[in-house]
């Protein structure tokens, strides 16, 4: 197919850029998603289109509690871990062809980083050159080992403070090694270190660009000619590799939790805010109707103690009570009374509500021409979509179409041309979705929080070819090479192949 061969060339330059010494020959899932977290396998992989553990299962073993997912490169699988107890963080590798482990490394902390309820501080993906292999731990820093396990440099960093623990994962470009900080509200970066030595060569400062947002990115940078693109809270950003300067900027005031990505030289931005979903939304008095019902004293002004405690501002029922389904108004008491004078007046309401609308407008899978510079918000989005938009997982490229999985296994199919549906279809498997999709031989395989590992075809038409059940959470996104399907749940690593 043509368009195929376009990607697959694009790739293959891609891949000399990104990393000197590989070989075409070489077995590599080198990051996050693979290159470039594409979730794309290399030409001619064809893992099972289906899934059982009496025909296809070549092993499993067990693994620590961690989301990080498997990075590959030839016969070994790196994976990060934790043992919150003794404040252990272990990064490891397994034989990829026996499953069995080759080296562990630890290193101890004082404090581990607050994370989400559902979360984990062994978040980060590794990633790898084939001479060294990165990780990065929220609750220590950056860490370089080569591929027998021996320590070559560390970057101790802060504990960051952050609202739900750091998401985002390192990759390497060229002679560095790239690493998204912006979620530390203490001191938001992005940072370039020299991938032999550790030394960094450049830092910058990603204070947000409204107050109002905070600090949050999740996103992993993904690479477009010179320049690296992220997603945080308030913009898309693209900066120059050689010294982080800022290259240009679009204004999203969203969630900054997905990860880009790139194809035919348009960025595909999955920008999420949980109200934002037409479905989803909720209506919220204005003032005079706030304070008719909740005013106790009188004041013309709303307390902590007068606050309503039922009123929400999103719901999201698919998602399920441990993602918290319902967001109470409550619980942001204190960013909503912005002088902390401990009441809210009519001034503060409207501002809030003012917030809440531009959040929900600007909610939407985008697609961005990267050709500009500076502020690009006004003319470089080619076209919007905002039905059934993911929080977490990567939207997919392939074949001029993009792909995504929502809460609830809604899987929406559109033109990466034009943004039309091609086909919206629930997966039959409900529940949350954190994994990102990827994509081999005409494949594209799909994993649910619950456990439930969806594989589709790859057509217009919405076709599942089959479905399998781990019995085990899924939050790490799966590695496809030499024909092969490595999915981590909660407990266990697995490789599928025929």
């Known amino acids: 197919m043509k368009k195929n061969s376009f990607i697959l060339i694009s790739f293959g330059v891609f891949y000399l850029f990104l990393f000197p010494l590989i070989k075409a020959q070489e077995v590599v ?47 070994q699988i790196f994976l990060t871990g934790v043992d919150k107890d003794s404040e252990a963080f272990f990064t490891f590798c397994i034989d990829r062809k026996t499953g069995e482990q080759i080296w562990l490394q630890t290193i101890k902390t004082d404090t581990v980083e607050t994370v989400h ?68 509200q203490n001191d938001p970066r992005i940072m370039a270190v020299h991938r032999e030595n550790g030394s960094i060569v450049w830092q910058v400062d990603l204070s947000p660009r409204d107050s109002r947002l905070g600090h949050e990115s999740y996103s992993t940078p993904v690479i477009r000619n010179k320049e690296f693109i992220i997603y945080r809270r308030g913009s898309i950003e693209a900066y120059n590799i050689e010294d982080g300067s800022l290259k240009w900027w679009f204004i999203n005031t969203t969630d900054g939790v997905s990860t880009p990505v790139i194809g035919n030289g348009v960025v595909y931005v999955a920008t999420f805010t949980a109200a934002g979903d037409p479905e989803w939304q ?32 999103w719901n999201r ?21 912005y002088d902390q004078n401990g009441t809210i007046d009519q001034n503060e309401w409207n501002l809030t509500l003012s917030m809440f609308k531009e959040l929900f407008s600007e909610h939407g899978l985008l697609a961005i021409d990267p050709e500009g510079k500076g502020n690009i918000t006004f003319t470089g989005m080619q076209w919007k979509h905002v039905k059934d938009v993911p929080e977490a997982p990567c939207p997919l490229y392939f074949n001029n179409r993009i792909y995504m999985i929502k809460n609830g296994g809604i899987v929406t199919c559109l033109n990466a041309e034009t943004g039309s549906l091609i086909f919206r279809e629930k997966l039959g498997s409900a529940g949350a979705y954190i994994s990102s999709p990827v994509i081999a031989g005409e494949k594209i395989y799909i994993g649910s929080r619950n456990g439930i590992i969806s594989i589709l075809e790859v057509s217009d038409t919405f076709n599942v070819l089959s479905q399998y059940d781990l019995n085990e959470y899924i939050m790490a996104t799966p590695a496809i090479v030499d024909n092969k399907l490595y999915i981590r749940g909660s407990d266990f690593l697995y490789a599928f192949g025929n």
Request: proline share 7%; charged share 20%; aromatic share 12%.
């Open 29 to 75: 899932w080198p990051q996050f998603r693979g290159v470039n977290s594409s979730g794309i396998a290399k030409e001619g992989q064809s893992p099972p289109e289906k899934l059982d553990t009496a025909t296809n299962l070549l092993w499993k073993t067990a693994v620590p509690e961690g989301h990080s997912s498997p990075c590959i490169w030839d016969n």
């Open 117 to 184: 309820a559902i979360s984990s501080p062994a978040n980060a993906t590794v990633a790898t050159d084939g001479e060294r292999v990165y990780a990065y731990f929220g609750s220590y820093g950056l860490i370089c080992y080569d591929l027998n396990g021996t320590e070559q440099w560390k970057i101790p960093l802060p504990v960051p403070a952050s609202r739900h623990g750091m998401g985002s994962s390192p990759i390497v470009c060229g002679d560095f090694v790239i690493l998204n900080c912006c979620h530390d």
């Open 282 to 313: 909720t209506e919220i008095s204005d003032f005079r109707t706030l304070i008719t019902e909740n005013d106790i004293n009188k004041d013309s002004l709303i307390s902590e103690e007068e606050f309503p405690k039922d009123l929400y501002f």
């Open 317 to 337: 029922p698919d998602a399920g009570e441990e993602f918290g389904s319902k967001a109470y108004l409550s619980n942001f008491f204190g960013y909503l009374d």
